[in-house]
């Protein structure tokens, strides 16, 4: 069972991520949207901001129909989010494990190309292409002429 608080620290744990200032949760990447709480939308009542419930893009018609018709349980949809890569997803019915796969699908959908890759790259190879660059750097930095002493 997961909840606003989960969707929040998974979120935030991705490369690049904003949160918007909302009365729920509203995350971006490169300012486009990936997850947000749901705006349930009542004819004649003002809008009500759900944090049990997160909207997460998912690329495509193709994909949203698949868990819609997959996972019933988990996943809807409304007739405002008709024609839009959306889905709703009933958070006390997801575990923290498949919140984050969904969370990280949502993310590198949304994500620029270039950063996607980053986060798609081993751990290893990660942090040593980050210490080639720190070292690269340092050796730059000790090479570089330094302005004369003065006597």
């Known amino acids: 069972m997961a909840d606003a608080d989960d969707v929040r620290r998974l979120a935030l744990g991705l490369p690049h991520v904003e949160e918007i200032d909302s009365d729920g949760f509203d995350f971006r990447v490169a300012g486009k949207g990936f997850v947000w709480s749901y705006p349930e939308r009542t004819e004649g009542r ?30 809807f949809t409304t007739p405002g989010y008709d024609g839009w890569p959306l889905v709703m997803l009933r958070l006390a019915e997801v575990d923290t494990g498949r919140l984050a796969e969904l969370v990280t699908d949502a993310w590198r959908m949304r994500a620029p190309q270039a950063l996607a890759a980053e986060l798609d790259e081993p751990a290893a190879w990660r942090d040593q292409r980050r210490l080639g660059l720190a070292a690269q750097q340092q050796t730059a930095a000790e090479s570089s002429p330094s302005a004369p002493e003065r006597e």
Not at 47 to 71: C, N, P, S
Request: charged residues 30%; aromatic residues 6%.
């Open 46 to 75: 003002p809008r009500v901001i759900r944090t049990d419930v997160a909207v997460l893009y998912v690329g495509d018609e193709a994909e949203k129909q698949a868990l819609l018709l997959g996972e019933p349980r988990l996943f």
